[in-house]
């Protein structure tokens, strides 16, 4: 394994990526002005690929995705780390795999709770690959000024606070990912900042230990002095010990080991770290801080000393010469990102869609301001859903109970229908659901279920301008527009259609006032006259109902239900009901296993 | 997480499920009633028994607390004055709650096997001096170090034997043989059976047995462990605020962890990150203040509001119990995050101490808080308008500050009378 296992060119594949991570890794790649983002590809397993944008600077990039390990590394065989976010159920095949792959140098693992004996395998696995695991249960590290590995180091702001724009003489070596940036925090306030640090991760037996990033270390001629942030629990310290004994480790360093806590507690104890955990004296902070001093580590009385042990370690190299410190670069300006910019209220920006019927952004749904749950615990019904959805408001019983006749009646009027027909007609060319209600809706409009506006509007203009009956039929007669709502192709004054008859009765015994209802049977008796058959129709009846039940429910301006009949609400009641009926015949033929329909020859007249 | 030990009964069951041995264990509690034991068992009637505690703490031959040889009607006289009794072992006392009883198995030979999970692979140790002495026979014990991903080899197992007369090796070998197996199969981390020997029939049988399991693997292994219990420590009750707690930590996937230290303690932390944490308790420790620590606690893992919240409010409500007149400290500390956003996750924290503000007052609470991290700004500000709102002291600081800067602080306020 090479001592150097990162540079300003190391480009890494990012397996079950999150989007976080990534613009985080390409935010510090444009900050150290890198020419090449750090990423080569994304991994998400078992995905058809395809491409995720993300940031570099100002400017948007695609990174490529792939559905699996092989494929990205194969297309970007340069990519020689590969970094995990799988989960600890997940994390050993897919280590594994990135393991045996040749191009693929070192694997960062970031998911805690990967069990003992799979990351024991892995590590058994990267020895004979001559290969590199850092975690499980880390942040991972960066090698300051060329790559960082995923969320390491935080924000933006954070990473020019402590200089991981651009290298400084620092090797640094922790446990814990989480006080790794802390400690970043310490060296640029201390030193002239980090060179390279790596969070080893809290396991018991992590992928790579505090003593192997220091030996490589040792052949990294920039980094000039080492900082270690142990723990108790293990004997990787001692590790440490042995090396500095054994000359292999001849750079200056200065080491803390967490946890000389230990000793108050009542019973042994686990700490936050699988690792951490008490019991044998040898394995104790104290025990170890011990051992390390008496080895000539540098090492502080407590914590809160660490900052100063590391200054003076600093100081001594600079005076002595070892150390030139480095010059501190100014990095370019990062774009605050939009959502992070709203967070701090720095920016605003005109919402693109405006929505009043409902939100469904709290603890539960609400319809216009109504709970789901009052919805559901005081039996709202279908009317009362669209008198909330459609109307804003909550319209009485006796209004919600006529939307849903006119539902119940309007729902289906029988396969011969031109809409059915074509429902059905396409369910035997064998589409899918959606496509023949669709075919079947699509037929709905001014001459097939679309007159309940156009009725609703026309009566209520003549009625309210005071027009006599006669007058408005004969108006209408010189504009050459058929009166919509009038007229049918089979019912006639001597077979009346049982819905219009219900429908005129549930209004007269309910509704507050029937005056448009009442103006368009005078209508009808005149047109009548003319033919048998121009009676009010269902759609006629179900529109001037319409009006009659807005203006006299008192719930409506006048503005309102000009709006309400202008720009389709009443349609949109034939429409709802006619679903029903439409994805009854659907299913009905896909259930009768109906073949391909052909319309026949002879019934279509093939003229020149 | 990671290695937790189980009860000798458990661990036999495991380890007799795997190997398919027939080790007639019976665990005995306060719910045991003796005489449909007997009717369960129909072999306790004519075979004698050895019964002990199973409280995961060892030297219990010393301690005078097993009965070997004897009968069913001797062993539940001397459970029947023992359970619910304290014990004193080594230092710690505790209540004995769970015994186990199982065949005596008439033995000479006592043999010592040991499998312990190390970094370099499972280091297995064989020594035909078991028992009580195993430690003053040391020259005895021969160990191996098996690869991983491997058993261990035929030459490896001889050499392991080597002591043994030449009619029991192979026995004994093939023992230690399917026991690696069984260790791997199980995810243990430690295995121990000090001693073990061979009944009668040149069965194995396991006199005591130690196990450790790796608990992090608990997701392979649902079926094969057959929801095995993972006791606290002999002696550590749980106060019902660790129960509490416990509870929320095992519902979320975030880490919520609470120790009580000292309840009458007047330093309290409510700390993010593992490694943090650790930080903090031993700089109170290390300055000398040990004592009045309160609680050892983290959270972390991105924990959500709610959390945040519950986890908060159980610190506080502990924090602030039977006000003294004497002043007392909260530390809200933490290292610069990484990728938590700091802010987020004081709104939890906000909504307690806002809910706690008279007790905080009462308790003579002052709070200090140490953060960094995405979005600390706003995080910060928050607590600072909160000390002005509430009328408790909160003392704020950023990432500029050391990390441990406030627990001089504390300390200096708790000494003020």
Same mark, same amino acid.
Request: aromatic residues 8%.
């Given at each position: 394994?090479?001592?150097?296992?990162?540079?300003?060119?190391?480009?890494?594949?990012?397996?079950?990526?999150?989007?976080?991570?990534?613009?985080?890794?390409?935010?510090?790649?444009?900050?150290? &002005?890198?020419?090449?983002?750090?990423?080569?590809?994304?991994?998400?397993?078992?995905?058809? /690929?395809?491409?995720?944008?993300?940031?570099?600077?100002?400017?948007?990039?695609?990174?490529?995705?792939?559905?699996?390990?092989?494929?990205?590394?194969?297309?970007?065989?340069?990519?020689?780390?590969?970094?995990?976010?799988?989960?600890?159920?997940?994390?050993?095949?897919?280590?594994?795999?990135?393991?045996?792959?040749?191009?693929?140098?070192?694997?960062?693992?970031?998911?805690?709770?990967?069990?003992?004996?799979?990351?024991?395998?892995?590590?058994?696995?990267?020895?004979?690959? /001559?290969?590199?695991?850092?975690?499980?249960?880390?942040? /991972?590290?960066?090698?300051?000024?060329?790559?960082?590995?995923?969320?390491?180091?935080?924000?933006?702001?954070?990473?020019?606070?402590?200089?991981? +724009?651009?290298?400084?003489?620092?090797?640094?070596?922790?446990?814990?990912?989480?006080?790794?940036?802390?400690?970043?925090?310490?060296?640029?306030?201390?030193?002239?900042?980090?060179?390279?640090?790596?969070?080893?991760?809290?396991?018991?037996?992590?992928?790579?230990?505090?003593?192997?990033?220091?030996?490589?270390?040792?052949?990294?001629?920039?980094?000039?002095?080492?900082?270690?942030?142990?723990?108790?629990?293990?004997?990787?310290?001692?590790?440490?010990?042995?090396?500095?004994?054994?000359?292999?480790?001849?750079?200056?360093?200065?080491?803390?080991?967490?946890?000389?806590?230990?000793?108050?507690?009542?019973?042994? *104890?686990?700490?936050?770290?699988?690792?951490?955990?008490?019991?044998?004296?040898?394995?104790?902070?104290?025990?170890?801080?011990?051992?390390?001093?008496?080895?000539?580590?540098?090492?502080?009385?407590?914590?809160?000393?660490?900052?100063?042990?590391?200054?003076?370690?600093?100081?001594?190299?600079?005076?002595?010469?070892?150390?030139?410190?480095?010059?501190?670069?100014?990095?370019?300006?990062?774009?605050?990102?939009?959502?992070?910019? *709203?967070?701090? $209220?720095?920016?605003?920006?005109?919402?693109?869609?405006?929505?009043?019927?409902?939100?469904?952004?709290?603890?539960?749904?609400?319809?216009?301001?109504?709970?789901?749950?009052?919805?559901?615990?005081?039996?709202?019904?279908?009317?009362?859903?669209?008198?909330?959805?459609?109307?804003?408001?909550?319209?009485?019983?006796?209004?919600?109970?006529?939307?849903?006749?006119?539902?119940?009646? @309007?729902?289906? +009027?029988?396969?011969?229908?031109?809409?059915?027909?074509?429902?059905?007609?396409?369910?035997?060319?064998?589409?899918?659901?959606?496509?023949?209600?669709?075919?079947?809706?699509?037929?709905?409009?001014?001459?097939?279920?679309?007159?309940?506006?156009?009725?609703? +509007?026309?009566?209520?203009?003549?009625?309210?301008?005071?027009?006599?009956?006669?007058?408005?039929?004969?108006?209408?007669?010189?504009?050459?527009?058929?009166?919509?709502?009038?007229?049918?192709?089979?019912?006639?004054?001597?077979?009346?259609?049982?819905?219009?008859?219900?429908?005129?009765?549930?209004?007269?015994?309910?509704?507050?006032?029937?005056?448009?209802?009442?103006?368009?049977?005078?209508?009808?008796?005149?047109?009548?006259?003319? @033919?048998?058959?121009?009676?009010?129709?269902?759609?006629?009846?179900?529109?001037?109902?319409?009006?009659?039940?807005?203006?006299?429910?008192?719930?409506?301006?006048?503005?309102?239900?000009?709006?309400?009949?202008?720009?389709?609400?009443?349609?949109?009641?034939?429409?709802?009901?006619?679903?029903? %009926?439409?994805?009854?015949?659907?299913?009905?033929?896909?259930?009768?296993?109906?073949?391909?329909?052909? +319309?026949?020859?002879?019934?279509?007249?093939?003229?020149? | 997480?990671?290695?937790?030990?189980?009860?000798?009964?458990?661990?036999?069951?495991?380890?007799?499920?795997?190997? /398919?041995?027939?080790?007639?264990?019976?665990?005995?509690?306060?719910?045991?009633?003796?005489?449909?034991?007997?009717?369960?068992?129909?072999?306790?009637?004519?075979?004698?028994?050895?019964?002990?505690?199973?409280?995961?703490? %060892?030297?219990?031959?010393?301690?005078?607390?097993?009965?070997?040889?004897?009968?069913?009607?001797?062993?539940?006289?001397?459970?029947?004055?023992?359970?619910?009794?304290?014990?004193?072992?080594?230092?710690?006392?505790?209540?004995?709650?769970?015994?186990?009883?199982?065949?005596?198995?008439?033995?000479?030979?006592?043999?010592?096997?040991?499998?312990?999970?190390?970094?370099?692979?499972?280091?297995?140790?064989?020594?035909?001096?078991?028992?009580?002495?195993?430690?003053?026979?040391?020259?005895?014990?021969?160990?191996?170090?098996?690869?991983?991903?491997?058993?261990?080899?035929? @030459?490896?197992?001889?050499?392991?034997?080597?002591?043994?007369?030449?009619?029991?090796?192979?026995?004994?070998?093939?023992?230690?043989?399917?026991?690696?197996?069984?260790?791997?199969?199980?995810?243990?981390?430690?295995?121990?059976?000090?001693?073990?020997?061979?009944?009668?029939?040149?069965?194995?049988?396991?006199?005591?047995? &130690?196990?450790?399991?790796?608990?992090? @693997?608990?997701?392979?292994?649902?079926?094969?462990?057959? $929801?095995?219990?993972?006791?606290?420590?002999?002696?550590?009750?749980?106060?019902?605020?660790?129960?509490?707690?416990?509870?929320?930590?095992?519902?979320?996937?975030?880490?919520?962890?609470?120790?009580?230290?000292?309840?009458?303690?007047?330093?309290?932390?409510?700390?993010?990150?593992?490694?943090?944490?650790?930080?903090?308790?031993?700089?109170?420790?290390?300055?000398?203040?040990?004592?009045?620590?309160?609680?050892?606690?983290?959270?972390?893992?991105?924990?959500?509001?709610?959390?945040?919240?519950?986890?908060?409010?159980?610190?506080?409500?502990?924090?602030?119990?039977?006000?003294?007149?004497?002043?007392?400290?909260?530390?809200?500390?933490?290292?610069?995050?990484?990728?938590?956003?700091?802010?987020?996750?004081?709104?939890?924290?906000? &909504?307690?101490?806002?809910?706690?503000?008279?007790?905080?007052?009462?308790?003579?609470?002052?709070?200090?808080?140490? &953060?960094?991290?995405?979005?600390?700004?706003?995080?910060?500000?928050?607590?600072?308008?909160?000390?002005?709102?509430?009328?408790?002291?909160?003392?704020?600081?950023?990432?500029?500050?050391?990390?441990?800067?406030?627990?001089?602080?504390?300390?200096?306020?708790?000494?003020?009378?």
């Amino acid at each position: 394994m090479d001592a150097r296992i990162f540079s300003k060119d190391t480009q890494a594949l990012i397996y079950n990526f999150k989007a976080n991570p990534v613009q985080r890794m390409l935010d510090f790649d444009y900050l150290c &002005r890198r020419d090449k983002p750090s990423i080569a590809a994304l991994v998400s397993p078992g995905s058809p /690929g395809g491409h995720h944008k993300a940031f570099f600077g100002s400017e948007e990039i695609l990174l490529p995705v792939y559905g699996s390990m092989e494929r990205a590394s194969r297309e970007n065989p340069h990519a020689d780390v590969m970094i995990n976010f799988a989960s600890f159920r997940s994390a050993y095949p897919s280590t594994k795999e990135a393991l045996e792959n040749v191009n693929i140098r070192t694997v960062v693992i970031i998911a805690e709770g990967v069990p003992e004996n799979e990351i024991r395998e892995l590590t058994s696995l990267s020895r004979k690959k /001559g290969k590199l695991i850092i975690g499980p249960a880390t942040v /991972g590290g960066v090698q300051a000024g060329a790559f960082k590995i995923g969320n390491t180091a935080g924000t933006v702001d954070n990473i020019v606070a402590c200089k991981l +724009h651009r290298p400084g003489s620092v090797g640094f070596v922790s446990k814990s990912g989480g006080l790794s940036n802390e400690m970043y925090n310490i060296l640029a306030r201390t030193t002239d900042g980090l060179y390279e640090g790596i969070a080893v991760g809290g396991d018991a037996y992590p992928g790579s230990t505090l003593l192997g990033h220091l030996l490589r270390f040792e052949g990294i001629p920039e980094i000039k002095m080492n900082v270690v942030l142990g723990e108790l629990g293990g004997r990787d310290e001692y590790d440490i010990v042995q090396a500095i004994r054994e000359g292999k480790i001849k750079k200056p360093l200065v080491a803390w080991v967490t946890g000389t806590c230990a000793s108050i507690f009542p019973s042994e *104890v686990q700490f936050g770290h699988a690792g951490a955990k008490s019991g044998k004296e040898a394995e104790s902070a104290r025990a170890k801080n011990r051992a390390l001093k008496e080895a000539g580590v540098v090492v502080p009385d407590s914590f809160e000393g660490f900052a100063k042990s590391i200054a003076g370690t600093y100081q001594g190299l600079v005076s002595k010469g070892v150390i030139s410190p480095a010059e501190d670069v100014e990095p370019p300006e990062v774009p605050t990102d939009f959502k992070a910019a *709203v967070k701090q $209220g720095k920016v605003r920006r005109p919402s693109g869609f405006l929505s009043t019927i409902c939100d469904d952004r709290g603890e539960e749904p609400t319809y216009a301001g109504i709970p789901m749950s009052e919805v559901i615990e005081k039996d709202y019904s279908i009317g009362d859903v669209i008198s909330l959805l459609w109307f804003k408001r909550k319209l009485p019983k006796y209004a919600t109970k006529f939307i849903e006749m006119c539902l119940v009646i @309007a729902a289906d +009027h029988g396969p011969c229908v031109s809409g059915a027909h074509n429902t059905i007609v396409a369910a035997r060319a064998g589409k899918d659901l959606v496509s023949c209600v669709a075919s079947g809706m699509l037929t709905i409009g001014p001459r097939f279920g679309g007159a309940i506006d156009g009725a609703a +509007h026309y009566f209520r203009d003549a009625c309210d301008r005071g027009l006599a009956a006669d007058e408005f039929v004969e108006e209408m007669k010189k504009k050459g527009v058929r009166i919509p709502g009038i007229g049918h192709r089979i019912k006639s004054a001597k077979n009346p259609d049982r819905r219009v008859e219900l429908l005129k009765d549930y209004a007269k015994k309910n509704f507050p006032s029937t005056r448009y209802l009442d103006y368009a049977l005078e209508v009808e008796k005149y047109t009548l006259q003319k @033919a048998n058959n121009l009676i009010l129709n269902v759609d006629g009846c179900i529109g001037v109902l319409f009006v009659d039940l807005m203006a006299s429910s008192e719930a409506f301006s006048d503005e309102e239900m000009k709006s309400i009949i202008d720009i389709g609400y009443l349609n949109g009641m034939f429409v709802l009901a006619r679903s029903i %009926g439409l994805i009854g015949h659907a299913l009905d033929q896909k259930r009768l296993k109906q073949p391909l329909y052909r +319309h026949p020859w002879d019934d279509v007249k093939y003229a020149k | 997480m990671a290695r937790k030990k189980i009860r000798e009964y458990d661990a036999k069951m495991l380890v007799a499920r795997e190997l /398919g041995l027939d080790l007639r264990s019976i665990q005995i509690t306060a719910e045991t009633d003796f005489q449909s034991l007997a009717e369960e068992h129909p072999w306790l009637a004519n075979t004698r028994v050895v019964v002990k505690p199973d409280m995961l703490f %060892g030297k219990r031959g010393k301690n005078n607390l097993v009965l070997l040889n004897t009968t069913l009607a001797d062993a539940e006289k001397f459970v029947k004055e023992r359970l619910g009794n304290e014990a004193e072992i080594s230092g710690v006392k505790g209540p004995l709650t769970h015994f186990i009883m199982e065949p005596f198995v008439p033995h000479e030979d006592e043999y010592y096997l040991s499998i312990l999970s190390t970094r370099e692979g499972n280091s297995v140790s064989f020594s035909t001096s078991g028992g009580m002495d195993v430690e003053s026979d040391w020259g005895k014990m021969k160990t191996a170090t098996v690869p991983v991903d491997a058993l261990p080899d035929e @030459a490896g197992l001889m050499e392991l034997v080597s002591e043994l007369p030449e009619d029991k090796k192979k026995n004994a070998s093939g023992f230690i043989k399917e026991c690696c197996q069984a260790f791997k199969n199980l995810d243990f981390t430690l295995l121990e059976m000090n001693p073990f020997t061979f009944d009668a029939e040149g069965n194995p049988f396991p006199l005591d047995m &130690r196990v450790e399991l790796d608990d992090t @693997a608990s997701f392979k292994n649902m079926k094969k462990w057959n $929801g095995v219990e993972f006791p606290q420590p002999f002696g550590r009750k749980l106060y019902p605020e660790e129960k509490y707690v416990k509870g929320l930590d095992e519902k979320t996937g975030a880490s919520l962890k609470l120790t009580v230290l000292n309840p009458r303690g007047r330093i309290w932390t409510m700390v993010a990150g593992g490694g943090a944490s650790v930080i903090y308790t031993d700089t109170v420790a290390d300055l000398g203040f040990g004592e009045e620590l309160g609680n050892y606690g983290e959270y972390s893992g991105n924990p959500n509001e709610e959390e945040t919240y519950l986890y908060a409010k159980t610190i506080l409500d502990l924090a602030t119990r039977e006000p003294d007149g004497r002043p007392r400290a909260l530390l809200i500390g933490g290292g610069v995050a990484n990728f938590t956003d700091v802010a987020k996750t004081f709104k939890g924290i906000i &909504r307690a101490l806002k809910e706690c503000r008279e007790k905080l007052k009462e308790a003579r609470v002052r709070i200090y808080v140490r &953060r960094g991290g995405p979005n600390y700004q706003t995080g910060l500000e928050l607590m600072k308008g909160l000390g002005s709102e509430l009328g408790v002291p909160i003392e704020v600081y950023g990432p500029e500050s050391s990390m441990t800067r406030i627990v001089p602080m504390a300390i200096d306020h708790v000494k003020g009378e």
